[in-house]
């Protein structure tokens, strides 16, 4: 019995090592970033009590080299920074979206399994609050439409804040002391 457990192991040891090698694949995939250039690369941006920039503006999308097949759908790249220009009011950078209008002035839709274009302000630092005179840097990176790629289809991009002013006033307080003894 003992004799066949050893053949039967010795048999699944070979068969394992043997059979199991994987098989050499065929020439390795080469992926390239196609990159659009936004012109102007930069804009200046305001809206109410928010002016700003935004800046280093690019579509990329990832192929396949040689066939040109899409592997990674073309994304908008880029900077938006952002300044609180109101003298009393502070805001709280809610959120924003951006829309890609065509040559008509409607907006060009995102294919239907992508997201919005949308962008969501950073809490951390308490980046969303802007009292007067501060800024704010965010990052762009949102979906692009592949329609929009299409020669003089995009005519401009439309960013949309959403922001919450707020009275911001900056008082003093004097109020008389003693101190022991005197």
Same mark, same amino acid.
């Given at each position: 019995?003992?004799?066949?457990?050893?053949?039967?192991?010795? %048999?699944?040891?070979?068969?394992?090592? &043997?059979?199991? %090698?994987?098989?050499?694949?065929?020439?390795?995939?080469?992926?390239?970033?196609?990159?659009? %250039?936004?012109?102007?690369?930069?804009?200046?941006?305001?809206?109410?009590?928010?002016?700003?920039?935004?800046t280093e503006m690019k579509v990329t999308e990832r192929v396949e080299k040689g066939s040109g097949t899409i592997v990674a759908p073309a994304k908008l790249?880029?900077?938006?920074?952002? =300044?609180?220009?109101?003298?009393?009011?502070?805001?709280?950078?809610?959120? !924003? =979206?951006?829309?890609?209008?065509d040559a008509k002035g409607q907006p060009i839709t995102i294919e239907a399994t992508r997201t919005e274009p949308a962008i969501k302000f950073t809490t951390?630092?308490?980046?969303?609050?802007?009292?007067? !005179?501060?800024?704010?840097?965010? =990052? &762009?990176?949102?979906?692009? /439409?592949?329609?929009?790629?299409?020669?003089?289809?995009? =005519?401009?991009?439309? &960013?949309?804040?959403?922001?919450? /002013?707020?009275?911001?006033?900056?008082?003093?307080?004097?109020?008389?002391?003693?101190?022991? !003894?005197?």
């Amino acid at each position: 019995m003992w004799k066949w457990v050893g053949v039967l192991m010795m %048999t699944m040891v070979v068969w394992m090592t &043997l059979g199991c %090698t994987q098989q050499p694949s065929g020439p390795a995939v080469v992926i390239e970033d196609k990159v659009y %250039t936004v012109t102007p690369a930069e804009v200046k941006v305001k809206a109410g009590i928010v002016t700003g920039e935004v800046t280093e503006m690019k579509v990329t999308e990832r192929v396949e080299k040689g066939s040109g097949t899409i592997v990674a759908p073309a994304k908008l790249t880029g900077t938006l920074k952002l =300044k609180n220009v109101s003298k009393d009011q502070a805001i709280r950078l809610v959120g !924003g =979206k951006i829309l890609y209008i065509d040559a008509k002035g409607q907006p060009i839709t995102i294919e239907a399994t992508r997201t919005e274009p949308a962008i969501k302000f950073t809490t951390y630092g308490a980046a969303e609050r802007l009292d007067p !005179g501060q800024d704010a840097t965010q =990052k &762009l990176d949102v979906d692009f /439409p592949a329609e929009a790629l299409k020669a003089k289809k995009l =005519k401009e991009i439309r &960013l949309e804040l959403v922001y919450i /002013p707020s009275p911001y006033k900056e008082e003093s307080v004097n109020f008389t002391v003693a101190i022991g !003894g005197q």
